[in-house]
């Protein structure tokens, strides 16, 4: 049964772009399924990349990995991005996760934790986690990848880029044999320079950027679309919504949509935002509330229980996430768990 607003995920989209990041890169691809694939569901996501042939996955946190262990069964490779820390060992053992250290505290943890595969990553400038170059450890056995991170990569222009590059490049010398990888999405498109053995995309794999825009060989994965609860008339002078967000000048036909942002239609949409409805992107009226947000649909044939789109192939997602002053991967992992998840090709 349909319902009032459906988070649709395309897996065969999700599969074409997997393989086009591998002949964009000429490498492997593992994919980031961290944060429940951003929003799309990371069993149904990485079960199909699985039989597209991912055998290597990254999450970020040990539950994550944990839940996706259970999902997958006990072949695929599982990297946890944020290492070993607080109780996380335990948990990383008994699921056979591999942990991606950051810091000499977390190298300890794992040793005294009984140690075994796990990766490492060097912070090349981007000063979030990972060892310094100067500070990156000896090679020690069980190092089975050594990571680095971009800080510009959706921007192919930034001289940061090549710098971070070329740093990573000097310190995976000292790790003969282990696995390298550099480029998240946007760095998949800097140059085969910048692939290394493997590349952990995820946004674009889900038909995010990068640069804010897909590329134009991205496929768009999921659409957000919400059902038409009511059509009214606006007369001139009267206003849409909360705090009097909008101000019709003239009659008008409003659509109230079953998509607020308890379903993840972010407020700060404001002035900016629109919808695809009925062949056309028309703007959305004053406040988005809880559960429903309005769309103008003047001239427009629009009737109740028709779909409109917040996002998806009429309405690309960069574009309705530069709308909300944002980027597409919080777009994804704003919606909530009130949403349905519906797949296309499972
Ligand atoms: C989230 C993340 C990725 C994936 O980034 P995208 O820009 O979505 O491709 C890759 N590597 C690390 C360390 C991450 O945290």
């Not at 980031?32 to 951003?38: E, G, L, P, R, S």
């Not at 990349?49 to 040990?62: I, N, S």
């Not at 942002?261 to 700060?268: E, F, I, K, M």
Request: contains cysteine.
């Amino acid at each position: 049964m349909p319902s009032p607003a459906l988070l649709s995920v395309d897996l065969n989209a999700l599969a074409r772009n997997f393989h086009t990041l591998e002949a964009v890169t000429g490498v492997p691809v593992h994919p980031v399924v961290k944060a429940d694939a951003y929003g799309l569901g990371a069993e149904a996501c990485a079960k199909r990349l699985m039989a597209e042939g991912a055998r290597t996955f990254f999450v970020a946190r040990a539950g994550e990995g944990a839940a996706l262990r259970t999902a997958l069964g006990p072949e695929p490779v599982l990297y946890v991005l944020d290492g070993c820390h607080g109780e996380a060992a335990g948990l990383l053992k008994a699921a056979d996760l591999r942990p991606v250290l950051n810091q000499p505290a977390q190298m300890k943890a794992w040793a005294e934790a009984g140690g075994g595969a796990c990766g490492i990553q060097i912070d090349t400038g981007l000063n979030r986690l990972g060892f310094r170059p100067e500070d990156a450890p000896e090679a020690f056995d069980g190092l089975s990848l050594v990571m680095s991170h971009l800080a510009c990569g959706d921007e192919p222009d930034q001289p940061m880029n090549r710098r971070q590059r070329d740093r990573f490049a000097g310190v995976v010398e000292r790790y003969p044999g282990v696995t390298r990888s550099f480029a998240n999405s946007g760095g998949c498109f800097l140059g085969p320079d910048f692939a290394f053995d493997a590349v952990r995309p995820g946004v674009c794999l889900y038909g995010g950027g990068p640069e804010g825009r897909p590329d134009e060989r991205i496929a768009p994965v999921a659409a957000l679309t919400a059902e038409v609860l009511l059509v009214r008339d606006v007369r001139a002078g009267e206003s849409v919504g909360y705090s009097r967000g909008f101000v019709a000048e003239r009659p008008m036909r409003a659509a109230v949509v079953a998509a607020g942002y308890a379903d993840g239609v972010l407020r700060a949409y404001g002035p900016r935002g629109a919808v695809w409805v009925a062949g056309e992107t028309r703007p959305l009226l004053g406040r988005i509330s809880m559960d429903v947000c309005t769309v103008d649909v003047t001239g427009l044939e629009v009737a109740v229980g028709d779909r409109v789109e917040l996002f998806g192939a009429h309405r690309p997602i960069d574009a309705a996430a530069a709308a909300a002053g944002t980027i597409s991967y919080e777009l994804l992992t704003a919606v909530t768990v009130r949403v349905p998840r519906a797949y296309v090709g499972q």
